[in-house]
């Protein structure tokens, strides 16, 4: 699976962004998607997570209200929709895959694409 993230830039706080990323392959429903960000000087942090069949979703609690994780199965992409957005949102994000909601969630995942750059100004 080859994952391409795409739908950063900059934006005012407040503002919305929706992040996508386009997995290859035709085993692409099989797996869990997830999104991850990484700010500068920091570690990188779990956002959101969705099963292959959408049934099981989980957005981290700094987001938790404001971003949505998203799929569409036939388009073989995952969507992040980012609303009410914070300066702190200010990081390149990053879409994650593997078979296992577990270790997408953990970090763990096989697959990762190349990561798209959001910035929030105040």
């Known amino acids: 699976v080859q994952l391409q993230a795409s739908g950063g830039g900059l934006v005012q706080a407040g503002g919305s962004l929706r992040l996508s990323c386009a997995g290859s392959?035709?085993?692409?429903?099989?797996?869990?998607m997830g999104w991850f960000r990484q700010a500068p000087g920091k570690e990188r942090e779990f956002v959101a997570v969705?099963?292959?069949?959408?049934?099981?979703?989980y957005h981290a609690d700094s987001v938790k209200g404001r971003f949505t994780i998203s799929r569409d199965n036939v388009k073989n992409t995952v969507y992040l929709q980012m609303n009410s957005l914070k300066p702190e949102d200010t990081a390149v994000y990053y879409c994650?895959?593997?078979?296992?909601?577990?270790?997408?969630?953990?970090?763990?995942?096989?697959?990762w694409g190349q990561g798209t750059l959001v910035t929030v100004s105040s």
């Open positions: 994650a895959a593997d078979l296992y909601v577990r270790a997408v969630r953990a970090g763990q995942s096989v697959y």
């Open positions: 392959g035709r085993t692409f429903s099989s797996y869990g």
């Open positions: 969705i099963s292959w069949s959408g049934g099981t979703i």
